[in-house]
């Protein structure tokens, strides 16, 4: 997701900037998408860490199946370094959840030694891992402590307040498209202003890297001073 918020008479340098950013993002799932959202409009957090561990609500899940499916989907699979960015942004974005404590002297490695990393990093670095090779016990993936952050990090829980561009693709193959579908669903019946462009290229790579000249042109348009167009399209 796009969002864009910045003034368009600062467009030189920020462009720049953006453009920069955009081209990591390529790289940034859909999980840490979801949590970044709700980063940026973070919901106070629980006094006593037994929130993490409270069983969560098997009918409002459908979109923290995201998170999960970077957790536990992608082990041994060359997108297995989604699985390791996830925990990372969740351990930056929610440090009272206690990550490490789920993890093995193995992943609170992992962990420590990424905390300036990008998701390109974590792609070479853990490419065909194994998750639960860094977890304190089998099962990281659908802990209840990840489940209940999988559903609190839901990506239609955080509507966007400004117009947004979105792609994803049915090829993809780390992260299913329907959570992507869902969500924009939430958001446009919410009255957001979001460009969505569902495509069929295969892999999760390509299909990222192919959403990137229509994000750049949708950027443009937006420091150009040309307002988005309203609903969703």
């Known amino acids: 997701m796009i969002p864009a918020r910045l003034n368009p008479t600062s467009a030189g340098p920020i462009r720049r900037w953006c453009a920069a950013l955009l081209v990591t993002l390529t790289a940034v ?34 979109n923290g199946t995201v998170l999960i499916g970077a957790l536990g989907g992608t082990s041994g699979t060359y997108s297995a370094g989604l699985g390791l960015l996830a925990l990372s942004a969740l351990d930056r974005i929610v440090p009272e959840a206690n990550i490490p404590a789920l993890l093995n002297d193995r992943g609170r490695t992992a962990l420590a030694q990424n905390t300036r990393a990008c998701g390109h990093d974590f792609g070479g670095k853990y490419a065909f891992s194994h998750l639960d090779d860094y977890a304190a016990s089998p099962g990281l993936a659908t802990h209840p402590r990840i489940t209940a952050l999988a559903n609190r990090f839901r990506l239609d829980g955080n509507v966007p307040g400004a117009p947004s561009f979105v792609w994803h693709s049915t090829g993809d193959d780390a992260l299913p498209i329907a959570a992507t579908d869902a969500a924009v669903a939430a958001w446009c019946g919410a009255g957001a202003t979001v460009s969505y462009r569902r495509t069929s290229t295969p892999t999760h790579l390509v299909s990222a890297l192919s959403g990137v000249a229509d994000a750049l042109h949708f950027l443009d348009d937006r420091f150009a001073g040309v307002p988005a167009p309203a609903g969703c399209s």
Request: proline share 15%.
């Open 29 to 62: 799932t859909a999980a840490v998408a979801a949590t970044g959202t709700a980063a940026a409009e973070r919901v106070p957090t629980p006094e006593h860490d037994s929130f993490y561990d409270a069983p969560p609500n098997p009918g409002s899940l459908a």
